[in-house]
Antibody, heavy 118, light 110 residues
Framework: EVQLVESGGGLVQPGGSLRLSCAAS????????MNWVRQAPGKGLEWVSY????????YYADSVKGRFTISRDNAKNSLYLQMNSLRAEDTAVYYC???????????WGQGTMVTVSS | QSALTQPASVSGSPGQSITISCTGT?????????VSWYQQHPGKAPKLMIY???NRPSGVPDRFSGSKSGNTASLTISGLQAEDEADYYC??????????FGGGTKLTVL
């Protein structure tokens, strides 16, 4: 079964750091581009970051640029998001999602909740 | 990276048809045929319903259809059913090599 499972969410104080992980299974992870997408409570979807299949190309939303770092370990079938200098507005469910060449997010994880609060 | 514009809510009765619009610019919706639509039920992850403007993934009922004209894409659901009640999001590839989502539309089946 094709599956993505996120972990690492939790409660963190403003200015703190958190590292999210996404474990992939059921497909050849190293062949696919991956993304992080977040959704603040009661709000819409917001694309956060993209990484190419090899990890050589990376993009970030302006809202997280300079604070978040996306990475992947193809040997471990895992995607990561290092989040530093966290702000209250980063509070959201974070989803990892597989991206097809047709710019489609076809597989989503169940999401992991990040709460930034003192 | 401004979000695409969707109506906040739409509603319809069972059996009726509804259309949700998604307006962008020539740098996203109007510039590429990479518009997708996602359905999201409360507490669940989004589910792909339409890709490349008008294509349906396997398993998605043919009651769901998509189209585009200029900078505006549309999702039409015909023969509304109770289980269609959900939030719907459009997305588009952009000239910045990123993806942008719409603000979301809450569909209520009366």
């Amino acid at each position: 079964e094709v599956q993505l499972v996120e972990s690492g969410g939790g409660l963190v104080q403003p200015g703190g750091s958190l590292r999210l992980s996404c474990a992939a299974s059921g497909f050849t992870f190293s062949s696919y581009e991956m993304n992080w997408v977040r959704q603040a409570p009661g709000k819409g979807l917001e694309w956060v970051s993209y990484i190419s299949s090899s990890g050589s190309t990376i993009y970030y939303a302006d809202s997280v640029k300079g604070r978040f770092t996306i990475s992947r370990d193809n040997a471990k079938n895992s995607l990561y998001l290092q989040m530093n200098s966290l702000r209250a507005e980063d509070t959201a469910v974070y989803y990892c999602a597989r991206l097809l060449p047709t710019m489609v997010f076809d597989i989503w994880g169940q999401g992991t909740m990040v709460t930034v609060s003192s | 990276q401004s979000a695409l514009t969707q109506p906040a809510s739409v509603s319809g009765s069972p059996g009726q048809s509804i259309t949700i619009s998604c307006t962008g610019t020539s740098s996203d919706v109007g510039g590429y045929n990479y518009v997708s639509w996602y359905q999201q039920h409360p507490g669940k992850a989004p589910k792909l319903m339409i890709y490349e403007v008008s294509n349906r993934p396997s398993g998605v009922p043919d009651r769901f259809s998509g189209s585009k004209s200029g900078n505006t894409a549309s999702l039409t659901i015909s023969g509304l059913q109770a289980e269609d009640e959900a939030d719907y999001y459009c997305s588009s590839y952009t000239s910045s090599s990123t993806v942008v989502f719409g603000g979301g539309t809450k569909l209520t089946v009366l």
